[in-house]
């Protein structure tokens, strides 16, 4: 019997028995992120070294990260359709799944970072509508049903599922109205990336977190937003890069890339701007009216004013600086460099955001808080890196990702 | 993506390099699959799914349960003088005393008086060796509430019949239904399983949090704060 | 129609959707996710309370021997809360952390639920249930047996207290037994109260009128960490008069020291030299009462004997202690000591009181009549803000014990503990000298039975390892305690008591109070378990030796007893839950003393003498010679006690070791505090490890840089460091018991210690 | 989260803690965990992981040895009437499900355990640690249960709890005046658990409000402060202490700044509309 191939016509892929030694050790890592998963549902959590303290710890990071770093789904698709940037189609697929990738993650974390997952629908049930939270519930929920939605037809462009006509049909209308979803999605992504800003901004009990407001939104609430936007297609550039790099093939042309590397470090660049003149207001206005000077925050061995550099500076200058730079952008090593940094940037932001925000003292009696997640913790955190790495290699190996792919890798 | 080897062999899997992106005809028999089929098997799932969640779905999650005695209310309410508060009265510090424990019946059933069986078996089985009776209440709150009896009936001025509906007429108990899941009663959620249309006149009101909050939305002008019936 | 495996697969699929698609319209889906969230919230094994009716009772929390007014709350008889008892004479509604804890002393797995038979070896904690029958008949036959060998004197009884029916009903037991070795465990009521039967002839629990004073000198006193009734002081402290001052001296800033008006840090043990120090300067600005002195007192000036040899008396004995010298002694200010000395003096109601910490540790003698002196000097004994001895509030009736020969016999026998004897005349109990006495003895242990009652030696007892084997040469021990505490898990067997809160007893006021009264602590709660009230249980065990010892108990239980004994107050008891009797002092009457002299002895001259300095009894100072060569140990350990633990006979409920800070205890360890500058020199950082050797043992500790304790000073918590009782409080750090030891005050037996020598090393 | 300003007679129960009374003794605590069912574990010495609806710290001035004072400072959950007074407590604001609101007839900040779903945001918020988290299930081992009042339910594992200021003591209260056909309630009838436990008085309770009650007296007092006031969370609990440095230590102050001078800048415009 003939069936019709798995596998997309015209490109090589490694061999069956090779796939499933790479997906065998991936999903046992999976299943150790899985069996933590379960561990802490069913003995709670406990099982983590969160405290009283460290309400929010490595989840909630991880959370914030994944998002941030999933913006590149929607920017992409903000400037493919509705900016018209038709270079990007070679790589929005791959952004999109990336982005999926990254928001379901954010889902199951949350749903293991709750106390009580059973009531996790009381978020949109018993809302209160005046919680970052909530907003960023509903936006999240809602942006990952437009990024299924964006998905599905890629998913069903499979050989073997584009045979049925139905599926075929629905696929090429599907793909048709896709700007219509990609419209959605930047709308709903600029809110809950600015939510997830405002998560930490709206804090005035939290003098390292808190911002003054524009309107009902925090400072952090636009730098979110817009850190997602800069620093998402860098993360996924980072992933296709590394792809190529597993692969050995050349997945998408150097003009998309620097296109979406040019565009980037112009978002950088004026992010960081913004978020210094943020943290000049905050250092000079906000933080002395509430008692505390600058290095006040920063007196901790772990929390030193080294993180603050490395965020504005190495972080968030260097990248910005070295893409809008043509030679920067044609440089692999400095393109490597700079999309590195930028990704290490946003996540450390994230990463300040909300575990700085836990361990500085507020009090004069209070020692700094300190915290080390526990290997449940880490597992769980890991989990949605082996799922990511699973989704992309089936989706690569089975779908038409890349469509430059066999023009780029002709099979003789 | 196993290796990075650039001349790796084709899979298995692979499409032979021939095969052109077109979907084609396979040598495979033809599908038996008809619209008709696949839509009357959705249908079959529909509706068998409607009917279990609507009518199956009920019977299964009560789990029905007989109380100890069958009390006669209506007889009772004849014999005392100060209607439900006879028995089911307020305590000095305004506490809500409810079920009345077996001191409230000793007083006339020491032994037995009219020789009904249910009584006999009161007594006997209660009285007698002196065991306080496990009385099943249809309007038992979780552990959560603190549901004031005094700000509703003494503040209030509200009937018990505006929310426990005529039990105190009734010449037997009716059946108690207990939530297999959640061990509440039946009574609390509504006997509607869709908690659709409203309870007949005379029926007890389903006593979830919502029904409160809406009596109190309508009465006050808003549904109170959560520290005024939580605990 | 043909269903090949494609199919299949398609049509199972629309089954599902179809029933996916139906399920979104039906009740189930959406009743089943809020039932299950309604499962989260009322999970089963999560309790619910039972409501019901709420009353209270009112009874007297006996688990210190504050004996402070309680108050229960019940519902539906199930006690649910305990709280002060607001017109409690005593404590006036205030209560401490343990008194808030009480619930926890009922119920919980501490208790011991039955009697129990030793199963495997001593203190391995394998028991067997048995019968109260069977207990009682082991207890009584060994009991028997001893003295059908014609040895009463060998069974001995370490009891918590010695006030009030109970200690009484044992010791009648053991009188008619036919036994002298009722043993008290020691307080520092031992030593004040000795000095104040050598200076005024009374014999009685000390009072300190703290109600009526207005400046009060403390030497190391734990005012607000349970020193006397705890509820009684913080009330005190909280209804305190805006003129009442605190003066605390101390090497430590403790929790009194941190709430006096004044903290003087003090080098540890040189009190009495400070007290010595204050007297000389209050003679030599004549700031003392003339009246009281020159007409009340004796031994103020050089006096002469009846063999006509010339005495020094207190005013040119304190000469010896200038300023200058106190000062170089006790590490204070020359001026700090002369301005203190003044203000004492000039005070309007200054009172000295003394007792480090919650007073576990006697102290010596001469520290106690050095305070005491200084109260005279301002004339404050036996008037109304001052000290004075309690007279025996004397409201029980006991009938006359008759005693066989046997018994007559063994009551001849001295005490093992020396207590009483020509070389401790005035010394009522010395149980620190019971451990040396048995591992001393040559043949068998002189101690064949102990009995124990409301004590838990094996914890409390300086010198755990000395105390352990003195135990193991005992070849019975029985415990009636109702916690498995580290005693009765040593012991062969255990006859449980009550809880307090299921027991009927009297309750005197604890020493130190300026009111007399008894309280009547009532059963809030029938017993939880099957245990016996003690009384019972001594009743029932007189009972089963039968003749004069059975003849010596004839009521059939401890209640019938309470009420035959307290006859016409029964009644008044019963009602009001208080008996408080008049102590007033009236002017002249109140100064007439019992003493040779009839006067106030400044120069005690009941005191033994010979061993005395230079053969003078008047207090003086001399360092307490503690333990330890000082090259190998260079730092001096002290234990500290706080109110949050406690130290005594009734360990710590769960509840207050969750209130213990976590520059305590942390997980497994205690911490001891030291200054940063130790540390400094130690190379020890905050929260370090270190090893805390002393000459008695060692135990790895963590550190805790304290500014307020003095440089050198090594203070550890006392109460932690428990092996028995459960897993909320076995295997929490180091019982500071086992690194400190005893030091007999050469004059009256008790254990002057107030530390020991000690190093500390980083690990 | 709509201010009902139709209460006239509204009610801001508050607390102020004489630290100058305070020996820190912890019955505070006790009498708090035995009346709010507060479970226990083997294991307290994390005090970031243990159920305390109040703490008592220990603050030291930070002087050597003999200069060194200490100062005991209880800590309940301040029921913050949040910036601007509004009742947006930094806590309430945040809660994604509601499960915390601010009462606007007492100024008491709730927490429901049964609608909590654990997501911690208001622990994030709180700056007072007043939070909570249930890590484990509780266990009351040995028929300990038995001494669970009914006035307040258990909590289950996987919810924040905190100070109620013994909410259930104001209900309770309330059905005895309803008895009564009373509308107000006597200072003395509601007390919460702590300041009746308080065995030195150093905790006084009542209606910030209110004339009469001695709360409002104290707050006036120019030795009161309350923690962290420059956040403008407008704690409902105050305290008093006649120590500088401890005044001082309530609080962030810049080196020059002067503790009084900011006191008094930051109470001033929320002091004003005391009557809201």
């Given amino acids: 019997m003939n069936e019709t191939p798995l596998i997309p016509a015209g490109v090589k892929r490694c061999s069956k028995w090779q796939f499933s030694l790479w997906m065998a050790a991936v999903t046992a890592v999976l299943l150790w992120g899985v069996y933590a998963m379960f561990l802490i549902w069913y003995k709670g959590l406990n099982q983590t070294n969160m405290n009283d303290a460290y309400g929010f710890a490595l989840w909630i990071w991880a959370d914030l990260a994944v998002i941030a770093l999933g913006g590149g789904a929607f920017f992409s698709g903000f400037l493919t359709y509705i900016i018209g940037k038709d270079e990007l189609k070679n790589i929005i697929n791959f952004a999109v799944i990336i982005g999926f990738i990254c928001y379901s993650s954010a889902l199951l974390i949350l749903a293991i970072d709750i106390g009580q997952p059973l009531r996790g629908w009381f978020i949109f049930w018993h809302a209160n509508v005046h919680s970052m939270l909530t907003e960023v519930a509903f936006c999240l929920s809602c942006y990952f049903a437009v990024l299924t939605i964006e998905f599905i037809p890629l998913i069903l462009e499979n050989p073997k599922l584009a045979k049925k006509p139905f599926l075929h049909h629905l696929s090429h209308n599907m793909h048709g109205i896709m700007a219509v979803f990609a419209a959605t999605g930047v709308f709903l992504s600029f809110f809950h990336q600015g939510s997830l800003g405002g998560v930490a901004g709206v804090l005035y009990g939290r003098p390292f977190a808190f911002r003054e407001h524009i309107f009902i939104w925090p400072f952090t609430f636009f730098l979110f937003t817009w850190s997602a936007a800069a620093c998402g297609p860098c993360f996924t550039i980072l992933v296709t890069k590394i792809t190529e790099k597993i692969t050995g093939k050349k997945l998408v042309g150097d003009a998309a890339v620097r296109l979406l590397a040019k565009i980037s470090g112009w978002m950088i660049i004026t992010y960081i701007i913004a978020k210094t003149a943020d943290t000049i207001y905050w250092a000079y206005v906000t933080a002395p009216g509430l008692g505390f000077t600058l290095m006040d925050f920063y007196t901790s061995s772990t929390y030193n004013i080294g993180l603050l550099f490395a965020e504005i500076i190495v972080c968030g200058f260097v990248p910005g600086l070295i893409l809008i730079t043509k030679r920067g952008r044609e440089s692999s090593f400095l393109l490597m460099t700079a999309i590195i940094l930028a990704v290490i940037g946003v996540s450390l932001n994230r990463w300040v955001m909300v575990l700085q925000v836990m361990a500085v003292p507020l009090f004069s009696f209070n020692e700094w808080y300190t915290y080390m997640p526990s290997w449940q913790e880490v597992a769980t955190t890991v989990l949605p890196v082996a799922y990511g790495l699973i989704v992309i290699s089936l989706a690569y190996r089975y779908l038409p990702v890349f469509p430059q792919e066999r023009e780029l890798n002709p099979i003789d | 993506m196993s290796s990075t080897d650039k001349n790796q062999t084709v899979s298995s899997e692979a499409a032979p390099d021939s095969v052109t992106p077109e979907p084609e005809i396979h040598d495979s028999p033809p599908s038996t699959t008809s619209g008709w089929a696949v839509f009357m098997f959705f249908m079959i799932g529909f509706v068998g799914s409607l009917l279990s969640g609507w009518i199956l779905f009920p019977e299964l999650l009560y789990s029905k349960k007989e109380q100890p005695i069958d009390f006669n209310h209506a007889i009772h309410l004849d014999l005392v003088y100060d209607g439900c508060n006879s028995c089911h009265y307020f305590r000095d510090d305004g506490t809500f005393a409810g079920v009345p424990g077996m001191d409230s019946c000793v007083d006339c059933h020491m032994d037995v008086m009219t020789g009904a069986p249910e009584e006999v078996k009161f007594v006997d089985e209660y009285v007698t060796p002196g065991i306080e009776v496990p009385w099943l209440i249809y309007s038992e709150q979780p552990d959560c509430v603190f549901f004031s009896h005094s700000a509703h009936v003494i503040g209030a001025d509200m009937s018990c019949e505006s929310c426990h509906g005529d039990i105190g007429t009734s010449t037997h108990l009716p059946v108690y239904q207990e939530n297999r899941l959640t061990g509440y009663s039946r009574d609390i959620w509504g006997h509607s399983i869709s908690r659709l249309g409203k309870p007949e006149p005379g029926e007890p009101k389903p006593m979830k949090m919502n029904d409160c909050a809406d009596c109190h939305l309508e009465k006050m002008g808003h549904k109170g704060a959560c520290f005024q019936c939580h605990k | 129609m043909k269903i090949d495996r494609r199919s299949f697969l398609t049509y199972t699929t629309a ?577 007439t003393f019992n003493t040779v002299s009839s006067k106030f002895e400044f120069y005690p001259t009941a005191r033994n003498r010979a061993k005395q300095q230079k053969g003078s009894a008047l207090p003086a100072y001399a360092p307490v010679p503690i333990e330890g060569d000082i090259q190998r140990f260079k730092l001096v350990m002290t234990p500290y006690d706080s109110i949050r633990l406690s130290g005594g006979y009734v360990a710590n409920a769960p509840f207050m070791t969750k209130t213990v800070e976590d520059t305590v205890l942390k997980q497994q360890t205690s911490f001891v505090e030291i200054n940063p500058a130790t540390a400094r020199e130690l190379g020890l950082k905050e929260g370090g490890m270190a090893r805390l050797t002393t000459p008695k043992g060692e135990a790895d500790v963590k550190v805790h840089l304290y500014d307020g304790i003095k440089p050198g000073l090594i203070a550890m918590p006392r109460g932690l460091g428990h092996t028995a009782y459960s897993d909320y409080l076995a295997d929490k750090g180091t019982n500071v018991n086992m690194l400190i030891g005893a030091i007999e005050d050469p004059g009256s037996g008790l254990n002057m210690a107030w530390g020991i020598r000690a190093k500390l090393t980083r690990i | 989260m709509k201010e009902n300003n139709n209460h006239s007679n509204a009610k801001r129960y508050g607390m102020v803690i004489d630290l100058d009374k305070c020996t820190g003794c912890g019955s505070c605590m006790v009498a708090c965990y035995s009346e709010n069912n507060v479970p226990f574990k083997t294991d307290e010495t994390n005090k970031l992981d243990s159920l305390n609806w109040i703490r008592v710290y220990k603050i030291s001035n930070n002087k050597p040895y003999p200069h060194s004072e200490v100062c005991y400072l209880p800590m309940p959950c301040m029921q913050c009437d949040g910036i601007g007074k509004h009742g947006h407590s930094p806590c309430v604001s945040v809660c994604p499900a509601v499960a915390t609101d601010y009462d606007y007839s007492t100024g008491i900040v709730s927490q429901i355990y049964t609608r909590c779903f654990g997501c911690r945001y208001c622990m994030a918020a709180c700056p007072y640690h007043a939070r909570k988290f249930n890590w484990w299930d509780p266990v009351w081992p040995a028929d300990m249960e038995k001494y669970l009042s009914p006035n307040v339910s258990a909590r289950m594992r996987g919810v924040v709890e905190k100070c109620s200021f013994c909410f259930h003591r104001y209900q309770l209260a309330r059905d005895k005046a309803y008895l009564e056909k009373r509308q107000e309630l006597a200072e003395d009838e509601y007390q919460t658990a702590c300041a009746q436990g308080c065995p030195t008085g150093a905790i006084t309770f009542g209606d910030l409000n209110n004339k009469s009650h001695a709360v409002y007296k104290l707050k006036k007092s120019p030795t009161a402060f309350r923690l962290l006031e420059r956040l403008e969370t407008n704690p409902k609990v105050y305290y008093l202490s006649s120590k500088s440095w401890v005044r001082r230590a309530g609080d962030n102050y810049l080196a020059h700044e002067e503790t009084e001078k900011i006191n008094n800048k930051v109470k001033e415009p929320y002091e004003a509309k005391e009557h809201l």
């Fill in chain 3, 15 to 591: 089954v599902v959707l179809g029933g996916a698609a139906g399920s979104m319209l039906s009740p189930a889906t959406w009743k089943i996710t809020d039932d299950i969230a309604i499962w989260t919230q009322n999970w089963p094994w999560t309790p619910v309370p039972e409501d019901g009716a709420v009353s209270y009772k009112q009874s007297v929390c006996t688990l210190c021997s504050g004996n402070c007014g309680i108050n229960v709350r019940l519902i539906d008889g199930r006690p649910v809360k305990i709280e002060g008892l607001k017109d409690h004479p005593v404590n006036k509604g205030s209560l401490c952390p343990q008194g808030f804890s009480g619930l926890q002393y009922l119920y919980g797995p501490s208790r011991v639920t039955a009697p129990l038979k030793r199963e495997g070896k001593r203190g391995e904690g394998k028991w067997k249930k048995v019968s109260w029958d069977e207990a009682l008949a082991a207890v009584t036959g060994k009991l028997a047996e001893l003295r059908k060998q014609g040895r009463p004197q060998s069974v001995a009884c370490i009891s918590g207290s010695d006030q009030g029916t109970i200690p009484n009903l044992i010791g009648r037991f053991l009188n008619a037994y036919g036994s002298p070795n009722f043993i008290c465990e020691p307080t520092a009521q031992d030593a004040i109260e000795q000095a104040i039967y050598l200076t005024q002839g009374a014999q009685g629990e000390p009072v300190f009128d703290i109600e009526n004073a207005e400046f009060i000198l403390s030497f190391g006193s734990g005012i607000l960490e349970g020193w006397g009734a705890t509820g009684r002081m913080l009330n005190l402290y909280g209804a305190g008069k805006p003129a009442r001052k605190i003066i605390q001296v101390e090497p430590r800033l403790s929790d009194t020291a941190a709430k006096a008006s004044q903290w003087i840090g003090i080098n540890p043990g040189t009190e009495t030299a400070l007290a010595l120090g204050l007297a000389h300067v209050i003679i030599n600005e004549s700031l003392y009462d003339k009246n009281f002195v020159e007409n009340l007192a004796f031994g103020f000036d050089d006096w002469t004997d009846d063999n006509g040899k010339t005495h020094e008396g207190f005013a040119a004995m304190v000469k010896n202690y200038a300023p200058a010298k106190v000062a170089q002694i006790t590490g204070i200010d020359q001026a700090e000591i002369v301005s203190l000395a003044r203000k004492f003096a000039r005070a309007k109601r200054p009172i000295a009181v003394n007792g480090r910490g919650r007073g576990f540790l006697p102290g010596s003698i001469d520290e106690s009549l050095a305070v005491l002196s200084l109260n005279a000097l301002v004339g404050n004994i036996n008037k109304t803000g001052g000290v004075s001895a309690m007279p025996d509030p004397n409201y029980t009736q006991w009938p006359e014990v008759k005693i066989d020969e046997i018994a007559a016999k063994g009551m001849q026998e001295p005490r093992i503990d020396g207590a009483g004897s020509e070389q401790f005349p005035n010394t009522r109990y010395l149980l620190n000298r019971l451990p040396e006495t048995i591992n001393t003895a040559t043949g068998e242990s002189p101690v064949q039975a102990l009995l124990v009652t409301d004590a838990n030696p094996l914890y409390t007892m300086p010198d755990t390892a000395a105390t352990k084997k003195a135990f193991d040469r005992i070849p019975f021990i029985v415990s009636f305690s109702p916690y498995m505490d580290e005693t009765a898990r040593h012991a062969d067997y255990i006859l449980p008591n009550h809880s307090y809160l299921e027991r009927l007893q009297d309750a005197p006021a604890a020493a130190g109070n300026s009111l007399q009264v008894i309280s009547l602590a009532k059963p809030v709660v029938r017993p939880v378990y099957e245990t016996q009230h003690i009384g019972d249980t001594f009743i029932q065990m007189a009972k089963g030796l039968g003749g004069f010892v059975n003849e010596a108990f004839p009521w059939a239980s401890y209640e019938k007893f309470l009420k035959k004994t307290l006859a016409d107050h029964w009644r008044t008891l019963n009602r009001k839950g208080i008996l408080e009797f008049a102590h007033d002092l009236p002017e002249p009457l109140a100064y």
